[in-house]
């Protein structure tokens, strides 16, 4: 029984609590991209930089308040930050969108095209973020480190395994509960969410009705940017901010959206938990958890690792290409256009 | 007109270089560029000619790479006597899994129990895959891994290296369009990009195939070393007869040598790609990508053609890949960045007039030139505006070291601007 503890506990540890936070911040992000092919129908390969930027200016905020002495205890100043950066970012996506994306939105060019001038944002987006704050590591978090760290938990409970709950996972977990939730409320309940929802699913009848698109692209970019400040410093406290990873988050977030069906809001939320579960489980050393679990003589030799940490890429790939053999609308129906 | 004008200015530029800086560098321009040419050439065959969206030219590129070391080097043999036939058995066995599960599909009706078969020989598969492999890949690793610990390559001459490296980058573009096209266009983006990242992982992690990060270094060349140049009496007697310094003559005829090759296979490939795109094959792939419905009420197989055109584009791009890794005479891994390698060749499309040959190849002799020149640029501009600052000052350090992200930025700009003031490119499409 007891050994079964410990082996509950060492999957909590190490798969079940990484993996949702993981999941959350993937789905953040995954919500952010699915958001714009629903409102601008095309898939914007310059959200992991935006994301990157996001961070980048939620730290730049962080350091100026830590200089002024100003701090949340236990909590990371960075969530102080936060809105600050969502506000720089809003600003950065609202004039791209002017300077560059309108342009095309009035010459209603193929999304193809829209594909490759996002890839322009991009580029500028990367340079603008590497010229400010430069491609190196940046470790902003400060604040309680844990939760509850692993020795406290051994003391607390008697068990050999420890249970270590960072501060910035539980955050991470937290935060974004909240602005889910806000979101669902946001697109169901109130009259703009409702303009929204309806330009997604048919322009030409919204148009109709009296929307006005501007208006509705212009909240789409607000939101957006707050989903990819939220979701980049998340990561950037959960794991470190280096401007290269968020561009390489880019294929976890794309197959997060399209496991859930581009456009569907709940399922990027899905389908974000689903890589991060499946990315987590295939590279995770097996042995320890096995070793509890199983009695002496089947207990294994090797590490009961199925595939190394460095092909977590082709995890979020190969779920991608089940899905697009299978079942290419996603799981929950989203837009194929 | 306009075209040779372009040109014209392009080479002058590089020319300028020359005059400038040094003819090395110019040189080098004019090697990496002719690289480039091909590399757009390719990407130019698959979004000019189709409109399919490639982002995964980076990983054909450093397959064709990877083309270069399994040919050029030469076999270890202590490493395939260690546990070669493990690996090439474990190979066998995977391969065999996949293909038991692709028949298995076909053959068994729908249903739970083709799922259930299906998900046991997968999962069975994978454990026998493993069980073979591992023990010889650390039986290859362990040989000499100080400087080996890979099974090296077949020992042929490197050039044959490049047909087979673009032969690898058509086999993956193969898997990847057999999934991705026919569904939208995105996809097809996102499974490249995929692709992408894991031919690198690959590279990065399998020591046993070309050494992973540790890097191969050392291929054979199709030119003759310097060092040898230098030491032999007729290249010094010519050189004393123009009065020229050896030691530089040698390192500019070494380049020479390769830009003479390059530029041969770049006139072969634009020879075949003018003559493709003139063909009725050449009018059916416009006719496609412009109107995809009506070509296939005209009884077009629109999927098997895009199938075609990716195929043919990738080889090109494994092709570049490996006369690249020629070049470079090693095979780095980690030096593959997919802003350097697929957006970057983007840029050069989209600038020089995507869907027109020359237009690519000038985009990719431009956009090269302005990558490497952006840096010095960058930083005498810095220093300029920082001139005024003192020696000493944070700000003029950061401006400085700033300086070298300028390349990122600029192509951006350079990528955005195009595309809204000249969609079409410098030589638009006739």
Known sequence: MIDFLNGLVALLNFVVIPATAYGAQLALGALGVTLIYGILR???????????????????VTWLLQGWGVSLGPLPTALLALPFGIAITALLVLGTDKLVYRFYRRQRVAPVILVIVSMGVMFVTNGLVRFIIGPDDRNFADGARFLISARDFRE????????????????????????????????NRTRTGKSMR?????EDLALLSGINPERVVTITWVIVAALAAVAGVLYGLDKSFKPFTYFQLLLPIFAAAIVGGLGSPIGAIAGGFVVAFSEVTVTYAWKKVLEYWLPGPLEPDGLVQLL????????SFAILVIVLLFRPTGLFKGKSV | MRAVLLFAAVFGLIALTGFLQSWNVALGIINMGLISAIMALGVNLQWGYAGLFNVGIMGFVALGGLGAVLIGMPPVAEAWAAGGARVIGGLLVGLGVIVGAVVLWGRMAPGRARALAMLVLLVAGFFVFRFVFDAGVTAVEAVNSATQGYLGGLGLPILIAWPVGGALAAAAAWAIGKTALGLRSDYL?????????IVIAVLKNEDWLARGVKNVIGLPRPVPYEVDLQQSEAFLQRTAEIGADPVLASSIAVKLGYSALFAVVLVVLLWLA?????SPWGRMMRAIRDNEVAAEAMGKDVKARHLQIFILGSAICGLAGAMMTTLDGQLTPSSYQPLRFTFLVWVMVIVGGSGNNLGAILGGFLVWFLWVQVEPIGIWLMETLSAGLSEGSVLRARMLESAAH?????????LLLVLRFSPRGLIPER
């Not at chain 2, 300028?406 to 350079?414: A, E, K, Q, S, V």
């Open chain 1, 198 to 202: 309806a330009f997604s699913d048919n």
């Open chain 1, 42 to 60: 095309f898939s914007n390969f310059a959200h992991g930089d935006t994301m990157a930027f996001g961070a980048m200016s939620t730290i730049l």
């Open chain 1, 308 to 315: 190394s940490t460095d092909y977590k890429f082709a995890v």
């Open chain 2, 274 to 278: 003018q003559a493709a795109l003139a």
């Open chain 2, 406 to 414: 300028m390349r990122l930025f600029t192509m951006g700009i350079l």
């Open chain 2, 189 to 197: 983006a996102i499974a490249t990009l995929g692709i992408a990242e």
């Open chain 1, 156 to 187: 607390i409970t008697g068990l050999d395994e420890g249970l270590a709950f960072r501060t910035s996972q539980a955050m991470t977990i937290v935060t974004a509960v909240i602005v889910v939730a806000a979101l669902f409320w946001f697109l």
